[in-house]
């Protein structure tokens, strides 16, 4: 009797551990199931971001030599000169041979279908800067001034202001913070060195940086 009621135990024990395994073995199975689909999901995302990586690399090349046609078919004068293209997606011509008084760089700057240039950001002076000083760290002409307006507050070429408060006056490395040529009767220029504004008299021969026009591109 014994005997009897000890194997119906120990058969239901096993019917018990048979059924927990069967459940624990479904449970991995769903898991791992679940694992794959979301590793395939992963690497079907990557797939994605990486085709749409190779797209917009292509698109930024046929963008980039469409702009450069135009701009040889449009301006060739600009064409010609070794210009360079920086993060912006604008073309600059940053004098390395050429150096010459505020005037002459702005009518060499038009002659050659740019413009002497007019910074628009502080981003853009920064990548100016870090482009201009390997060539030379001297100073570097811009078109703001106060030509046919002596002793009067600064504006650029295309008719912004350029503040005496502005942050992008050179503030810390010349023994005055600039701007400090304002004086009655005297026209001044600005120019651009250790990534900065100063301003100055008009009449020595420095380097300078043009823009290409936005007619040409």
């Not at 459940?23 to 971001?49: C, R």
């Not at 853009?124 to 760290?137: D, G, P, Y």
């Not at 400090?180 to 009449?203: A, H, Q, W, Y």
Request: proline content about 3%.
């Amino acid at each position: 009797m014994y005997s009897k009621s000890l194997t119906l135990i120990i058969v239901n024990l096993a019917l018990v551990i048979f059924t927990m395994a069967t459940f624990i073995m479904f449970l991995v199975f769903i898991y791992k199931q679940d694992v794959s689909a979301q590793t395939l999901h992963s690497l079907q995302g990557e797939m994605k971001e990486l085709r749409t990586f190779v797209d917009l690399a292509k698109a930024s090349t046929s963008f980039k030599n469409l702009k450069e046609k135009s701009l040889q078919t449009l301006c060739p004068k600009a064409y010609s000169r070794n210009l360079t293209l920086l993060p912006n997606g604008d073309y600059y011509f940053i004098s390395k041979d050429d150096e010459l008084n505020w005037m002459d760089s702005k009518a060499f700057c038009y002659e050659n279908e740019m413009e002497l240039v007019n910074i628009k950001s502080e981003n853009e002076m920064t990548m100016l800067w870090v482009v201009a000083k390997e060539i030379n760290t001297n100073w570097w002409w811009v078109s703001a001034s106060n030509v046919g307006r002596p002793g009067e507050q600064y504006t650029w070429s295309d008719g912004r202001e350029l503040p005496e408060n502005s942050s992008w006056w050179d503030k810390i490395s010349t023994t005055t913070a600039e701007p400090d040529s304002i004086k009655p009767n005297l026209e001044t220029c600005v120019d651009l060195r250790f990534g900065k504004l100063l301003d100055f008299r008009c009449t020595p021969e420095q380097h300078f940086i043009c823009k290409v026009q936005s007619k040409c591109i």
